[in-house]
């Protein structure tokens, strides 16, 4: 591993990646919550899930302040799943909060699998940065 681009990167990067991050294991123990017997709704549930939506959302502001593919104007289409991450965390928050248990846990998916690991998938091409980090290419 290779962190000195990422430490030579602009600030949004380094929040933007290090938000991204700490999204792994917070994800990882919120889908581990039944292994242990605690059920969705829990106390534990919900903080984790307000760490998760707020990281998340940290991660969908910052990428407005990377600019590197701009294909419309100074944004690419990137940005255009950022808009619309923020407004499924408002969503999914909204669903969670009037009891419609469905709605959020397809919010929340969509999220994890689309918007965090979909997405993450990306940074790791020839010539990005996390690629750099990675492998150093």
């Keep these: ?44 549930h919900r903080r ?29 289409p990137i940005h255009l799943l950022s808009v619309v991450t923020l407004v499924s965390l408002v969503a999914a928050v909204l669903a969670a909060r009037s009891h419609r248990v469905h709605h959020h846990r397809r919010a929340m998916t969509w999220l994890t699998y689309g918007a965090l690991m979909g997405a993450g998938v990306f940074t790791f091409l020839p010539g990005r940065l996390m690629n750099v980090v990675l492998f150093g290419l």
């Excluded at 593919?69 to 100074?74: H, T, V």
Aim: aromatic residues 12%.
């Design 1 to 44: 591993m290779f962190l000195a681009p990422l430490l030579a990167a602009p600030l949004p990067v380094q929040i933007h990646v290090f938000a991204a991050l700490c999204l792994i294991p917070l994800t990882l123990a919120q889908f581990s919550l039944p292994l242990f017997r605690l059920e969705h709704g829990s106390r534990l």
């Design 48 to 76: 984790l899930g307000w760490s998760w939506i707020i990281l998340m959302a940290l991660v969908a502001l910052s990428s407005f302040w990377i600019r590197e593919i701009r294909l419309i104007g100074g944004f690419s």
